[in-house]
């Protein structure tokens, strides 16, 4: 960390030829934007490129904080070691996120896009959001800032995370070992937790029956999460009311691939944080931080190696 409390940090921004707007968010915290070889700390923003980011800090044991710009990290979270600090923009972008999901939440129990779809007037059809129960799995930022969106609607909501502990605007909050119980017979059902090998096709076809006919199921997580196959047998036999998919598995859903015929399935290609919302709020992230590390003071959105997110 910056000694003295009063340095700003010696930063590399990764890979040549990253967009401005980053190299302006490390000089506005007080960063010092400097070669490779002489940094003390990278900003990495390749989407893809994992190995490359290993070679760096296997060349460079001394680069002492390393910071993403995504809020889920799994195509890097092997090269994660504890030799040095690192960050991720976890929490950045919950706000965007969680109204995303509740604007899919109520388009699908509203009967949205079923209308939409329709080329003459119909009968009527949906339920009712206000009083509804609502499970939603992750305790994070993402859950944070939903269960407010949730507030106004009086939602009976119970949320599934890692450890039990209680959360502002839950009714109550289980542990992953309950999830089976807490999803039985849902209203809504919402994905926002981190994809990590333990989370991998949490949401499968026992599930996805658990949460029974009048369930919506929304996912602004990872598609990885849910067992596709699964899902198109769930929308296709009626085992829950419908799904609003934010993510999938694969991703780009292709073309021709039978989630895209259902009617009963909103899907958007994963657009829950656009460029233009996430620019202003990640500038503000690695702001904060390089001003933070030059004060010695917590970073945010701090890695756990052993969890990997």
């Not at 195509?75 to 996120?97: F, I, L, Q």
């Amino acid at each position: 960390m910056a000694d003295g409390g009063v340095s700003g940090p010696r930063v590399a921004l990764l890979p040549a030829g990253v967009r401005s707007w980053l190299a302006d968010a490390v000089v506005a915290g007080g960063g010092e934007l400097v070669e490779p070889d002489d940094a003390e700390v990278v900003v990495w923003a390749h989407p893809a490129d994992p190995e490359g980011l290993a070679d760096l800090v296997r060349r460079r044991p001394d680069i002492a904080w390393v910071q993403l710009p995504w809020a889920g990290i799994e195509p890097y979270a092997h090269v994660v070691d504890r030799g040095r600090v690192w960050t991720c923009a976890k929490g950045v972008y919950a706000e965007p996120v969680a109204e995303h999901a509740l604007a899919l939440a109520l388009a699908g129990m509203r009967g949205i896009v079923g209308y939409a779809r329709q080329r003459a007037w119909s009968g009527p059809t949906g339920a009712n959001l206000l009083g509804a129960r609502v499970v939603i799995l992750g305790g994070g930022g993402i859950t944070e800032s939903l269960l407010r969106l949730l507030g106004p609607f009086g939602a009976d909501v119970t949320v599934v995370r890692q450890r039990p502990e209680p959360i502002a605007g839950a009714t109550r909050t289980v542990a992953v070992e309950q999830l089976d119980e807490a999803i039985e017979g849902v209203d809504l059902a919402v994905l926002a937790l981190a994809l990590t090998p333990s989370t991998r096709g949490i949401i499968d076809g026992p599930r996805l029956r658990r949460m029974g006919e009048r369930a919506w199921f929304v996912n602004v997580a990872r598609g990885g999460h849910v067992v596709t196959d699964d899902l198109v047998v769930a929308l296709q036999q009626g085992w829950i009311a419908g799904a609003a998919l934010d993510v999938t598995d694969p991703e780009p859903l292709p073309e021709g691939h039978p989630l895209w015929d259902l009617p009963t399935c909103i899907i958007t290609p994963h657009v829950g944080n656009t460029p233009d919302m996430a620019v202003p709020l990640l500038s503000e992230r690695i702001t904060e931080n390089m001003r933070r590390w030059a004060a010695g003071e917590p970073l945010l959105g701090l890695v756990d190696a052993d969890l990997g997110y």
